[in-house]
């Protein structure tokens, strides 16, 4: 199966957009931005409109999701919209006990730490219905983004990479360095591959589906592959960071690979599979650039310390961040991470409007 002739890219509608030439190594007349999440706490409309309702089951009502990833592109005229979800939302679809506890953040009714857990783990997986209500919210949303403007703006499939998955999954909580997950990893690795194997099939499932129902671009975020060291990402994390790039590499759209305190993971992140690298606030583009070869579409990297600063100070460093941006063969403006929630959105619409105007 490939993509229909209705798909927006293949009909025509977003291929010319300024975000996907960018991601395919062209420089067009109008830099392209967008925010990883634009769509969220520091929107009071999103705010409003997510009242009362958890995070899992606002992803799940698909015409609630769809309004939040439309929010940020009516707001700020950003070139994207992200499909607005969560790392885990796979894992709940396949079955697995999880929620989002506030202030807390993802939570498992077990950690995956045995033999026993791992085998039941392994009975669950993605069914097509699952997915119903995944494809119906991008459905919804490519038909309002159709009837935007000229209609070009793409929305972006989301999805955390398989280590991210897994080192929740093991912690049964979020862990500030990950002991547990590295501790599998190293002391237990059949039982790793294992966790891993199945991280990875529901994550390229997830992602594969988001595609087909019309988005025009992917993006796997690795949240916590910084804690590793090149030779442990190598070995225990990449081949199954490959196997969700294997799934949807028949899907002729960009594939953007991100993670946070990766400048020492750049290449390898690349070799995954990816055709476009995120890169954090660490790591200047222009060095990035040098790292992969001058051969790679990159993505970022507006410090979100900066969005709390005065005007000339932010100013000043986007300009910097748009300059090192055009050493690479293509360039889409992003924060180094995502947009914090006390951010003023004011601040995110004059961003947006510098970097169209440079």
Known sequence: ??????????????????????????????????????AGR??????????????????????????????????HNVDAAIFFSDIVIPLRLAGVDVDIVPGVGPVLGTAVTSEADIERLEQLSLSDEALAPIREAISLIVAELAERGDGSTPLIGFAGAPFTLAAYMVEGKPSRDHLAARGMMVGQPELWQRLMTWC??????????????????????????????????????APASAN?????????????????????????????GATAVGVDYRTPLNEANQILGGGVPLQGNIDPAYLTAPWDILEGHVRDVVERGRTAPGHVVNLGHGVPPTTDPTVLTRVVELIHSL
């Open 244 to 272: 969700v790039f294997a799934q949807i590499a028949d899907l002729p759209v960009p594939k953007i690979h991100f993670g946070t305190g990766t400048g020492h993971l750049l290449q390898a992140m690349y070799g995954v």
């Open 42 to 75: 520091s929107l009071p409309e999103y705010r409003e409109v997510r009242e009362g309702i958890g995070m899992l089951d606002s992803c799940l009502r698909p015409p609630l999701a769809a309004e939040i990833t439309l929010q940020p592109v009516r707001r």
């Open 200 to 237: 990875s099939q529901v994550t390229g499932e997830f992602l594969r589906a988001q595609i087909l129902a019309g988005a025009s671009a992917s993006q796997l975020f690795d949240s916590w592959a910084g804690s590793l060291s090149l030779e442990a990402y190598q070995r225990h994390v």
């Open 1 to 38: 199966m490939t993509l229909s002739s209705a798909h927006p890219l293949i009909s025509g509608k977003t291929q010319s957009s300024a975000f996907i030439r960018a991601l395919q190594g062209e420089q067009p007349d109008t830099i392209p931005v967008w925010f990883m999440r634009q």
